[in-house]
């Protein structure tokens, strides 16, 4: 082989490595853009579940104050001529308030826990984004440097943001 012929077989090769890179960059950033859309529509859950805790706990304030206010008022008609038959209405009332608070204490409780749980999906798919963009970077700089060995760095960062990713999605 002539030297030109070697020449040409070198950047053959030096050329397929960047594509082989190239790919790998498009690949990554397609998982990332899947880790970052997972991300943010848990973190949109998450805001939304939290407003729904905190319009529960707001009615199980409003029903227990009720409670108290029925339970008061049936010990104010004690004092009044005539009012037993008010005693029985506020002591009903203020039972019916009492059951229903607790039964929305129990839904604001769930609630609270699915926040909980949508956080932490969030969290794990938001690490995976970020070790998908390290992976584009490892990949930047292999093009940059003529060094695969950032290349198959990138491999290893690419795998642990795939498996953050799934682990994410499998939080129950």
Not at 139 to 164: D, P, Q, R
Request: aromatic share 6%.
């Amino acid at each position: 082989m002539e030297a030109q012929e070697l020449q040409e077989h070198a950047e053959h090769a030096h050329h397929a490595g960047e594509k082989g890179i190239g790919l790998t960059t498009a690949v990554v950033g397609v998982l990332m853009a899947v880790a970052t859309m997972l991300g943010h529509r848990a973190h949109t859950r998450e805001v939304v579940l939290q407003t729904e805790v905190n319009d529960k706990w707001g009615y199980y304030q409003a029903k227990n104050i009720r409670s108290h206010m029925y339970a008061a008022d049936a010990k104010l008609a004690k004092l009044m001529p005539n009012g037993e038959t008010l005693v029985e209405d506020f002591a009903k009332d203020s039972e019916k308030q009492k059951k229903d608070a607790e039964e929305i204490r129990k839904d604001a409780e769930k609630l609270t826990e699915e926040t909980h749980l949508m956080e932490h999906k969030a969290n794990f798919f938001d690490f995976s984004e970020l070790a998908m963009v390290i992976s584009v970077v490892l990949c930047s700089i292999a093009l940059l440097s003529e060094n695969k060995m950032f290349w198959k760095l990138s491999f290893i960062t690419t795998l642990v943001g795939v498996g953050l990713g799934i682990w994410g999605l499998m939080l129950h």
